[in-house]
């Protein structure tokens, strides 16, 4: 007896229903720029790309945490260039998106969790816990504070040891970790000497001289680079890191 494959799978209305999502999404866009404003037509048109990385970074973790240091270099320097962008909250939703990503990866496979489990997870989990317990000794009125600091002196130190020892484990990885970070040093420097022999940008003197950060940055003994850091002192630290 002959098998029916169901018409949604026809090779014929599978195309043809891509077309129609492409057509609709394009009339779409246009609609949004002519009618709401250019930020939203662009994010808008990045939904599609947003998708397929997503599918990606289903079947390959390890390129999302790749990616993740990559938006991280370059991040902090985004508040100079977009007000209202606040890097912690963008950061912190891409780690929460990369642990359901890797929740969702174990149904199916391994992703490494037993290298996780050693002494250095245990000290970042034990320093979180106590920042964690923390919380009862602030005083009324500054939980607010509380949570920034726990977001950026804990929760992303434990999760980013979580993400390395789990995900990069294997050397071809860590291999590839260290070119980019390479790689990203090369440009971090290139864009000081830029800013040494070319002078700074719109934003990057709006930063200086409208928002006061000249104040520590334009001192007597010389200029402060800051590359596309968020400051010279997080400039330095991270070279001397990578160096």
Known sequence: MRKYKPIIFDGWLLKLLIYIGIIGGLFLIEYLLLNVNLSVSILFSCIPFALIAFLIFLKKPVYFLISIFIINYFLLGLGRYMQSFIPGVFMMTLLILLLIIMLIYSIKSDPGWKYAKNFIMLMASLWTLYCIWDVFNIKLGS?????????????????????????????????????????????????????????????????????GKAKTHIINSGIRYFSFFSDAGNFGCGMALSF
Do not use: C, P
């Open 143 to 211: 939980f607010l504070l509380w949570v920034l600091s726990m977001r950026a002196m804990a929760l992303y130190f434990v999760l980013f040891v979580l993400f390395t020892l789990v995900l990069m484990h294997r050397y071809k990885n860590l291999k590839v970790f260290l070119i980019i970070w390479s790689i990203l040093t090369i440009l971090a420097v290139f864009k000081a000497l830029i800013q040494k022999y070319f002078g700074f940008d719109a934003a990057e003197n709006h930063w200086l001289y409208v928002e």
